[in-house]
């Protein structure tokens, strides 16, 4: 499902929802809860910072600083090799 339809069927969903006193009032305190879960996950990144990492981890490999997993390598031996 594509972000505009996602956001289609949230607003038709909402209209719905904004009939109904009590679950306008649920609605917007999970929406909240989402809302200051995502401002204080420290392991999400915003577009602008996830495309600079992938950008410096293209420059590494272009300088030979780039570690590739091994034929047949597991990705937990794979992490403990590099950790």
């Known amino acids: 499902m594509t972000a505009i339809q996602m956001s289609a069927e949230i607003l038709r969903d909402i209209s719905i929802i904004a009939e109904d006193e009590n679950l306008l009032k649920r609605a917007v305190k999970y ?3 989402l809302v200051a879960e995502k401002e204080t996950d ?3 990144l915003s577009k602008e910072d996830f495309f600079a ?3 410096e981890a293209r420059e590494q490999i272009k300088r030979g600083e780039g570690i590739e997993m091994l034929p047949n390598e597991t990705l937990d031996e794979f992490l403990e090799r590099i950790g």
């Open 42 to 44: 420290s392991t999400l």
């Open 53 to 55: 990492r992938v950008d």
């Open 31 to 33: 929406l909240r809860k």
